[in-house]
């Protein structure tokens, strides 16, 4: 069963910009109870937290996407979002959306983003 489904990734310039989106399925959660948050991982590289967007609305980030990534929620469609601002060919890797609660821990499958010229 999949409860989170990533889209929106793809192949962008240098300096380009890219939204992805991470939809729930309320069948199974609302993210209104839930702590989601954006990781990445690069061939050959660990899984590395990119952004945090808690279910207070309070959010944090990598120091290598701060200032150029955004995180947001739209509870109402159960969706959470990661705008990508300025990319570089360094942020090229397979974005992943998690959820959390006390309860439980969830994994999207991963969307492929590719930054190059």
């Known amino acids: 069963q999949v409860e989170l489904v990533e889209s929106g990734g793809g192949l962008v310039q240098p300096g380009g910009s890219l939204r992805l989106s991470c939809a729930a399925s309320?069948?199974?959660?609302?993210?209104?109870?839930?702590?989601m948050a954006w990781y990445r991982q690069a061939p050959g590289k660990q899984r590395e937290l990119v952004a945090i967007?808690?279910?207070?609305?309070?959010?944090d980030y990598a120091d290598s996407v701060k200032g150029r990534f955004t995180i947001s929620r739209s509870n109402a469609k159960n969706t959470v979002y990661l705008q990508m601002n300025s990319l570089k060919p360094e942020d090229t890797a397979v974005y992943y959306c998690?959820?959390?609660?006390?309860?439980?821990?969830?994994w999207g499958q991963g969307t492929q983003v590719t930054v190059s010229s």
């Open positions: 309320r069948r199974i959660f609302s993210i209104n109870t839930m702590d």
């Open positions: 967007n808690t279910r207070n609305g309070s959010t």
């Open positions: 998690n959820a959390v609660s006390y309860y439980t821990n969830y």
